[in-house]
Structure formats: structure tokens, C-alpha cells
């Protein structure tokens, strides 16, 4: 995790960019924010985000002929949002804010003329407390007189006593004359010649006409200690003239401090913003026209104004739950994670961030600059396990599950029945075989029939482990799969699980492998064709994956010719939740993910991953796993209703599916695991609870094989109950219970905690190395 | 960080081994190197500790979650 890896990706998200309307402005008025709050009703506050910018707005406010209007993005549409109009309702509706007085400077600066610019720069300057003496080479206000009738009455002359008020000074010039010129220069620091008063002759004053030229962003001429309004030949000379002012402040700004006045005037001029703004569904209204022509009435200033449609960059947010769970975009996570995740102390609000994030990678294809969030966030978890500082509760069960599925006695590799070598081997994914065991043991049979030579190898390939940070043991489990690859003759792996097929591809690259829908597609069953409707999902780790996107439809187009597709499918298609662990991190925001996903289509979806059609039923939509048209075990209205197991049944499936599998394909003796010689009764609530507590009936079980031993800890006299402990992994587990005359054993609570204390099971027991321990050893059993 | 705790339900408990009632004492709980006294139900002779429901998925998993964000 470095600061690189930061600036990647803020670079790439341009949701802070400024609307186009802003862009524009010759003095980026920010008329976005100014609009919403016109259309909030609160024009006091429009009113400080116009001076923010806009100097001198009681003058300047009036002048403006909106050169932002054909820049605006409904100006395709309908028209350009009527700014000049708007901003004249601010400004007669609303007072602006007094400025405050800064402490006097030394800094001397004289003007030749009156118009906009030197009333701009007097006023700006004002404010921090330097003194401006504004020479009248004509009457007060230069070009201005000429537009008062814009105007109300008396505003001119409001905006010229403002600027006395101020602590500067209006003061008649004598003839201009070089000698003049000379003697504001030694009185001053600087003399800005404003060109847009008519009155003022700059050649009289000795300037030559490259003198007269000024730079466009510090307005400085090439003579020392000048600067220079635009002469009015200009498109908008007004706001030119204001921008001008403006910008020779900044550049006094600099001179007064000792830095070179060009030094950081980025986007002072107008300039194309690259903020990408989706208008696709935007409706056009057409514009208001106020009853007077020169003025909005409240109801059509906020009418005009809730025309605008608030650009912003939504692309997103707009396909992803957890972007829109936490209301932010991901340039302004990138700098919460990142900052989070750095910190060595302190609280780790943004954690959640980093952990319910899909990792799918679909912000990165709708984003117009294709940032990339999945690389930032797996850095991130990684460096938070490297850090000791990834919270143990949020992937412990995948990384169990995971374990789980290797261990001796759950996974398994054989060979072809009655052969001594394999040219392939299936690895259907752990999932896949806890969701649909008999299938999975018929589309075995089916490859080694059709192709011969296919061996089976059950397991989890280690996706959660590289899903949660964690290297080492990603590590462990890749190596585990690597030494049966490497000892059978460097067979090929068919996998039938997309995120095993990405796995492989980055872990475990120097195996060749091919995925079961690409290998099904070239032998498709003979099924009788399915009737009803049905509409295939691609899993998102199938994201990049043409071919096996493309085998997946020809398999259903076989079956169910007449499937359809989601909105979002392909290189588009969403997560189900599962992805990243999202899901495990954030179950609620894993079913918004769920929910979301499962909305788009019309009929009964198909995935070809176990998991997304496990979470779609979850989430409340009827769905298929691919397998299912082609190797059911059962009808399909069950198989489509069948629910999701949870992490007990799971681990049961996993135990029958190598024993059955065992027995009916290689015919091998097979002992089943020891029976525990009592029976122990979980009541369905308790059943239920267990699940939200996310206790596996194991972890109940290795608490009452203690107690069946050593006796619970403590006895309740009032009800007869028992209490036994054990703490077998990072976690201390209590069951209450009572044995009854049969010698059953009747559970009555259960619960769990991860803190440890003297005189409690498991005091000393917390390490943070178990996990990786696991691994070596093979799981827990 | 010191969990006041509601009078707990620890009547009709007893220490299997040793038979004895259970006491309130003060005890150092541990998670991921942080660590807060609570006062706990444990057995007056061999000081075997309980950890009742209410408080594992009480106030225990409230400092569970801010220590994991820390
Ligand atoms: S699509 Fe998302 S990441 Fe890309 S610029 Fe827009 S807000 Fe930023
Ligand atoms: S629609 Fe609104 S935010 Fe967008 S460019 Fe126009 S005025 Fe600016
Ligand atoms: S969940 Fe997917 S779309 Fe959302 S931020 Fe993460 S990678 Fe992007
Ligand atoms: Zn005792």
C-alpha cells in the first residue's frame, strides 16, 4: 500500500471535477452549488457561494451574459439554465456578507481609470488590508456609465462608495503624460492600468504597444510593476474585466510574498472540465420565460433553477450497492481507506469500506476513466493482514469454510477409477459440491465417460483466503492444489467455478486449465428441452472471460433456446454480494448486492456459479444453477426454490459427497466417521439463532464431546441445567443443556465471544498465526 | 472502558468441580491486545469464569466491534 496506488486511483475518479457551467465561468462562479441552493429556498446561501467567486457581485452580478448558458448541459436539450437571470434574483433578494477588516499592509497600489477591473481590484485588495488610490481619468466609473440602465438605480454609485468605505481612494488624475506614469510607479508598487475605462489613453502615458500586451493569466505587463485590464474589444467585456481584476490580485497575491506571480494559475482561464456527466435519461423541460424579461419572480427563479441537473459523475453509484450504501464515489474512499489503513492507531471507521467492497471490478468497466477500485481494495486488505489490523470477525467463516474443505477426510483426488494417470482433472469448487452433491458427482461421470481420463479432485481453491488479504495462506492452499498437479503428471484442471478459473489464472498460473462451460459446450448432452422462461446471469469473476461466457450460451441455448439476458450482462454483469466476501463482512449490504442483481431479468435466472444462484434464492428470487438443465437432482421447481444451505449443512455435504462418491464411483471402503455415541437435539429456534450467531452445529457438538469427558463448568440448581465451554479456534463457545432419560442431549442456548479472560476457556489461546497454523495442519477436523 | 453491567442472572449457579456458589469478581477481559476490566461471575474456590449470554452479545460485542476498528 503506497501513496502511488492512492494518487492512481484519485486521478482516475473525476468526480470532483466541475461542471461544465463552472468550467466555463470566466470566474468559475460555482453555479451548480448556487442553483441547489435557489432550488432549496435558501438564497442567503446562493448568495455566499456567488461572492465566493463572482468579485464585487452588485456590479459584476448585473453585467454577466451567461457565456456559460451554450456550455451547459441542457443546452443540447432543451436550453442552457438561465445563470445571468438567476444570479440577478440572488442579488436583489439577498444582502452580501460585510467584509471583515484585515490588518493595514505597506503595499501601495494605484489604478489609471475606473471602470470594472480597477473597482474589482480595489475591492479585493481591500479586504486584505492594502490601500488602492484609483485615478480618475474621466468620470467615476468608466465604461459603467454606459450600462447603469442595466441595473438598478443607484447601484453604481452603492459599489463606488462601498469601495471608499474600504479604506481606498478616488482621486482626479492630472494629464496623462509618461511623467505621470513615472511618479505612480515610485509612489506605488504597482499601477494597474484598467484599458477598459474609455477615458484612459495608455499610449499617452509613455506605454508602447508591447507594453500594452498583457500575459492572459497574471495580467502583468512586460514592463516592470504594470499591470493590465482587456481593452473592451472583447466578447464579454465585462466579465473579462472582472476576471482580470481578479486575476491581478492573485498575482499581487504572489509579487507581495515573494513568488513569481505565473507560479500555480492552473484553470484560471475557462477550460474543458473532464467530469463525464450520464444525461442518457435526462427529460427535457422547457425553459422558463419570466413574466418581465429583466427579472425572475421566486416561483420562476426556483423553476428555472430545478432545471438544472446537478451534474455529477453517478456512473458508479448507479450499478454498485455498496458505492451508493456508503454515499460516496471512489475518489473520496480512496483517501478514507487509504488514510485509514495507514494509521497505525487511532479508529478504523473506514474499514467497512475496505471490506464490503465486491472486488468485481464493474465500476472499473462503466467508468468513463476506467478506475480501478478491486486492485486499491485487495492492497488494502492485504496490507491490513500484513499490519495485524484486519478484524478476525469479518472472514473467519469463509477462511473456516475454506480449511474446512481441505481438510483430510473432505477433500480428496483420485484418479480415473481402474487407472493409474489422468490427462485432466475436475475441480468442481468447494460450493458447487456442498449446494448440489449428486450433480456434481453425475457431470464427473459424464466428462470421464466422454473424454476419458479425467480424475476429480474436491476442494476450495483458495479464492476467500486471496479474498481477504491474506498471502500466506493463499499461499498454502494454491501450493496444497500445485503438489497434486505436479505429482500426476501436470494434468489439466476443468473448472467448473469462474472465481477457481480467475484463481488459477493469477495463483496458479503454470497450470493449464479450461472451464467446465467451454469443455460442456463442445458436448452437450442431448436434454429434452425446458419450457419455461429462464434468463442467464454471467458471475462476475466470468467478467473477462468471452469463452466461457460463450459456452455458457450455447449449453442454454440447447436446453433453453429461448433464455434471455439481463440489462447488465457480459463484461457489464453485476455481483451477487458474494465476491470479495462482501457478503461475509456485511450481510445486509451482501443482500442489497443480492437483491440488486436478482431485479434485473424477467424470468427465473440461471448462473453457472453455485454461490450466486444459493444468495439470488436467499435475497427471494427463484433461480438455477446451469448444471441443473443439464444433470438435475430433482425437479427443477425444487431445485429452483431449494434454499440456500448454511454453513453446517454445507460442511455435512462435503463429508457425504466424498463418502458417496467414494462408494459408488470407486467402489472403495469407505468408514464413516465415528458416530458420536449420543444424540443432541438442537430445537429449530436455537437452530435459527445459531446461523445469526454464526455457530456451526460442530462447534455445539466439540462442546459437548468436552463436557460428555470432563463434565460441563458449571450446574444450575434452580432448572437442572449444565453449562460446558471450549474455545477451539478464536472463538469460546457456551452451551447450556440438559441430558434427559434417554440420554439425549437437549441444547437450550447457545453463544459465543472472542474475548478471552483468566478463568475462562481459552485463556491464552489467542494467536494470531491459527489461521496460517490451520493451513499446515490441515484444517480442523 | 469499564461496562457497568445489569444485575446479573447468575442465581442457581454452581462450580461443577468444586461445588461452590458463584461470586462476582473483577476480571481482565483480552481482545486483539486490548484489555478492560469487567466484573464477571466466577467460582470462589477455583476461579473458573462464566461468560453469560447477555453479555457476550451485549455490551462485550459492542467492545468487540470498536476494538476490531481500532
Ligand atoms: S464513474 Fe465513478 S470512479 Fe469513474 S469518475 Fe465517475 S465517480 Fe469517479
Ligand atoms: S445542468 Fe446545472 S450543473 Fe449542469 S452544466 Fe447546466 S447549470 Fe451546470
Ligand atoms: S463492489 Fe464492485 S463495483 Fe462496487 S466498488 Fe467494489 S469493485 Fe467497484
Ligand atoms: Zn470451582
Known amino acids: 500500500?503506497?501513496?502511488?496506488?492512492?494518487?492512481?486511483?484519485?486521478?482516475?475518479?473525476?468526480?470532483?471535477?466541475?461542471?461544465?457551467?463552472?468550467?466555463?465561468?470566466?470566474?468559475?462562479?460555482?453555479?451548480?452549488?448556487?442553483?441547489?441552493?435557489?432550488?432549496?429556498?435558501?438564497?442567503?446561501?446562493?448568495?455566499?457561494?456567488?461572492?465566493?467567486?463572482?468579485?464585487?457581485?452588485?456590479?459584476?452580478?448585473?453585467?454577466?451574459?451567461?457565456?456559460?448558458?451554450?456550455?451547459?448541459?441542457?443546452?443540447?436539450?432543451?436550453?442552457?439554465?438561465?445563470?445571468?437571470?438567476?444570479?440577478?434574483?440572488?442579488?436583489?433578494?439577498?444582502?452580501?456578507?460585510?467584509?471583515?477588516?484585515?490588518?493595514?499592509?505597506?503595499?501601495?497600489?494605484?489604478?489609471?481609470?475606473?471602470?470594472?477591473?480597477?473597482?474589482?481590484?480595489?475591492?479585493?485588495?481591500?479586504?486584505?488590508?492594502?490601500?488602492?488610490?484609483?485615478?480618475?481619468?474621466?468620470?467615476?466609473?468608466?465604461?459603467?456609465?454606459?450600462?447603469?440602465?442595466?441595473?438598478?438605480?443607484?447601484?453604481?454609485?452603492?459599489?463606488?462608495?462601498?469601495?471608499?468605505?474600504?479604506?481606498?481612494?478616488?482621486?482626479?488624475?492630472?494629464?496623462q503624460t509618461p511623467d505621470f506614469l513615472a511618479k505612480l510607479l515610485d509612489e506605488n508598487r504597482v499601477v494597474f492600468i484598467d484599458q477598459g475605462d474609455p477615458t484612459v489613453n495608455p499610449r499617452a502615458l509613455g506605454l508602447s504597444p508591447e507594453e500594452l500586451i498583457a500575459d492572459p493569466v497574471t495580467r502583468g505587463s512586460v514592463k516592470d510593476r504594470v499591470f493590465l485590464a482587456p481593452a473592451s474589444e472583447i466578447a464579454n467585456p465585462f466579465l473579462e474585466a472582472a476576471a482580470a481584476g481578479k486575476k491581478t490580485?492573485?498575482?499581487?497575491?504572489?509579487?507581495?510574498?515573494?513568488?513569481?506571480?505565473?507560479?500555480?494559475?492552473?484553470?484560471?482561464?475557462?477550460?474543458?472540465?473532464?467530469?463525464?456527466?450520464?444525461?442518457?435519461?435526462?427529460?427535457?423541460?422547457?425553459?422558463?420565460?419570466?413574466?418581465?424579461?429583466?427579472?425572475?419572480?421566486?416561483?420562476?427563479?426556483?423553476?428555472?433553477?430545478?432545471?438544472?441537473?446537478?451534474?455529477?459523475?453517478?456512473?458508479?453509484?448507479?450499478?454498485?450497492?455498496?458505492?451508493?450504501?456508503?454515499?460516496?464515489?471512489?475518489?473520496?474512499?480512496?483517501?478514507?481507506?487509504?488514510?485509514?489503513?495507514?494509521?497505525?492507531?487511532?479508529i478504523h471507521t473506514a474499514n467497512i469500506l475496505v471490506l464490503s467492497c465486491a472486488e468485481c471490478n464493474l465500476c472499473k468497466e462503466v467508468c468513463p476513466n476506467q478506475a480501478e477500485v478491486t486492485f486499491f481494495v485487495q492492497k488494502a486488505r492485504k496490507f491490513m493482514v500484513d499490519t495485524n489490523h484486519m478484524p478476525a470477525a469479518a472472514h473467519e467463516y469463509a477462511l473456516e469454510d475454506l480449511l474446512s474443505s481441505n481438510a483430510p477426510g473432505t477433500g480428496f483426488f483420485r484418479l480415473p477409477p481402474g487407472e493409474n494417470a489422468c490427462q485432466k482433472i475436475f475441480y468442481p469448487g468447494c460450493?458447487?459440491?456442498?449446494?448440489?452433491?449428486?450433480?456434481?458427482?453425475?457431470?464427473?461421470?459424464?466428462?470421464?465417460?466422454?473424454?476419458?481420463?479425467?480424475?476429480?479432485?474436491?476442494?476450495?481453491?483458495?479464492?476467500?483466503?486471496?479474498?481477504?488479504?491474506?498471502?500466506?495462506?493463499?499461499?498454502?492452499?494454491?501450493?496444497?492444489?500445485?503438489?497434486?498437479?505436479?505429482?500426476?503428471?501436470?494434468?489439466?484442471?476443468?473448472?467448473?467455478?469462474?472465481?477457481?478459473?480467475l484463481f488459477f489464472k493469477t495463483e496458479l498460473p503454470e497450470i493449464n486449465t479450461e472451464s467446465l462451460w467451454e469443455v460442456l459446450a463442445g458436448i452437450v448432452p442431448d436434454r429434452p428441452t425446458v419450457s419455461m422462461a429462464l434468463t442467464l446471469h454471467d458471475p462476475c469473476a466470468s467478467r473477462y472471460e468471452e469463452g466461457i461466457q460463450k459456452g455458457a450460451r450455447k449449453i442454454i441455448s440447447s436446453v433453453a433456446p429461448s433464455f434471455s439476458e439481463q440489462k447488465y450482462s457480459g463484461r457489464l454483469t453485476k455481483c451477487c454480494g458474494y465476491g470479495g466476501l462482501a457478503a461475509h463482512a456485511q450481510p445486509e449490504l451482501g443482500m442489497e448486492y443480492s437483491i440488486d442483481t436478482a431485479q434485473d431479468g424477467d424470468a427465473p435466472l440461471v448462473s453457472y456459479c453455485i454461490v450466486c444462484r444459493d444468495r439470488f434464492k436467499a435475497a427471494g428470487f427463484p433461480s438455477l444453477h446451469l448444471l441443473d438443465l443439464l444433470f438435475p437432482e430433482g425437479d427443477l421447481s425444487e431445485l429452483m426454490n431449494r434454499p440456500m444451505p448454511n454453513l453446517s449443512e454445507k460442511r455435512d455435504r462435503r463429508l457425504d459427497f466424498r463418502q458417496q462418491v467414494l462408494k459408488s464411483i470407486w467402489q472403495e471402503e469407505v468408514t464413516d466417521p465415528p458416530k458420536i455415541p449420543y444424540e443432541i437435539v438442537i430445537p429449530p429456534e436455537i437452530y435459527e439463532l445459531m446461523e445469526k450467531r454464526r455457530i456451526l452445529k460442530g462447534d455445539v457438538e466439540a462442546v459437548i464431546a468436552e463436557a460428555a469427558v470432563h463434565g460441563p463448568l458449571f450446574l444450575n440448581r434452580n432448572n437442572g441445567h449444565s453449562l460446558a465451554s471450549l474455545r477451539p479456534r478464536q472463538v469460546t463457545f457456551w452451551v447450556e443443556y440438559t441430558i434427559d432419560e434417554d440420554g439425549r442431549y437437549l441444547v437450550h442456548q447457545v453463544w459465543c465471544h472472542r474475548m478471552v479472560a483468566p478463568g475462562v476457556p481459552g485463556e491464552g489461546a489467542e494467536s494470531p498465526a491459527t489461521l496460517e497454523g490451520y493451513a499446515r495442519t490441515g484444517g480442523r477436523v | 472502558?469499564?461496562?457497568?453491567?445489569?444485575?446479573?442472572?447468575?442465581?442457581?449457579?454452581?462450580?461443577?468441580?468444586?461445588?461452590?456458589?458463584?461470586?462476582?469478581?473483577?476480571?481482565?477481559?483480552t481482545y486483539m491486545g486490548a484489555s478492560f476490566a469487567v466484573d464477571l461471575p466466577s467460582c470462589a474456590n477455583c476461579h473458573t469464569t462464566m461468560i453469560p449470554d447477555f453479555l457476550a452479545f451485549g455490551k462485550m460485542l459492542e467492545v468487540e466491534k470498536l476494538l476490531e476498528d481500532k
Open chain 1, 249 to 346: 490580485v492573485g498575482s499581487l497575491d504572489r509579487l507581495f510574498q515573494g513568488v513569481q506571480p505565473g507560479i500555480a494559475r492552473e484553470r484560471e482561464e475557462v477550460f474543458q472540465t473532464t467530469l463525464v456527466v450520464d444525461t442518457s435519461d435526462a427529460i427535457p423541460i422547457e425553459p422558463v420565460i419570466p413574466a418581465d424579461p429583466l427579472e425572475f419572480t421566486p416561483e420562476e427563479a426556483k423553476g428555472e433553477a430545478a432545471r438544472c441537473l446537478n451534474c455529477t459523475c453517478q456512473i458508479c453509484l448507479s450499478v454498485c450497492p455498496h458505492l451508493r450504501h456508503y454515499k460516496g464515489y471512489p475518489k473520496k474512499y480512496a483517501r478514507e481507506m487509504y488514510n485509514n489503513v495507514i494509521t497505525a492507531y487511532g
Open chain 1, 1 to 175: 500500500m503506497h501513496k502511488v496506488d492512492l494518487l492512481a486511483l484519485e486521478d482516475r475518479c473525476t468526480y470532483e471535477e466541475p461542471p461544465a457551467c463552472q468550467s466555463f465561468c470566466p470566474l468559475h462562479v460555482e453555479a451548480r452549488t448556487m442553483i441547489q441552493h435557489i432550488v432549496a429556498g435558501k438564497v442567503g446561501e446562493a448568495r455566499k457561494t456567488l461572492d465566493r467567486h463572482m468579485p464585487l457581485a452588485q456590479l459584476t452580478g448585473w453585467l454577466c451574459e451567461g457565456a456559460c448558458r451554450e456550455h451547459c448541459l441542457r443546452h443540447g436539450l432543451d436550453a442552457g439554465i438561465n445563470l445571468p437571470l438567476l444570479e440577478r434574483y440572488i442579488l436583489q433578494n439577498s444582502r452580501s456578507v460585510k467584509p471583515f477588516p484585515m490588518p493595514a499592509s505597506a503595499n501601495r497600489i494605484a489604478t489609471v481609470g475606473t471602470s470594472l477591473a480597477a473597482l474589482v481590484l480595489a475591492f479585493d485588495l481591500s479586504r486584505k488590508g492594502h490601500k488602492v488610490t484609483l485615478y480618475e481619468t474621466g468620470p467615476r466609473g468608466g465604461a459603467l456609465l454606459s450600462v447603469v440602465d442595466r441595473m438598478p438605480e443607484g447601484q453604481l454609485e452603492g459599489a463606488c462608495s462601498l469601495v471608499s468605505g474600504l479604506g481606498n481612494s478616488f482621486e482626479e488624475a492630472p494629464a
Open chain 1, 431 to 501: 460450493q458447487l459440491v456442498a449446494s448440489r452433491p449428486q450433480t456434481t458427482a453425475q457431470t464427473y461421470e459424464y466428462l470421464n465417460k466422454t473424454l476419458k481420463g479425467v480424475g476429480l479432485m474436491s476442494g476450495c481453491c483458495g479464492a476467500p483466503a486471496k479474498w481477504s488479504g491474506r498471502s500466506v495462506l493463499t499461499g498454502t492452499v494454491a501450493g496444497e492444489i500445485k503438489k497434486v498437479w505436479s505429482e500426476n503428471g501436470q494434468p489439466t484442471f476443468i473448472l467448473a467455478c469462474p472465481s477457481c478459473s
Open chain 2, 1 to 29: 472502558m469499564d461496562p457497568t453491567l445489569p444485575d446479573m442472572d447468575i442465581e442457581g449457579w454452581f462450580c461443577q468441580k468444586c461445588n461452590s456458589p458463584l461470586t462476582m469478581v473483577k476480571v481482565n477481559v
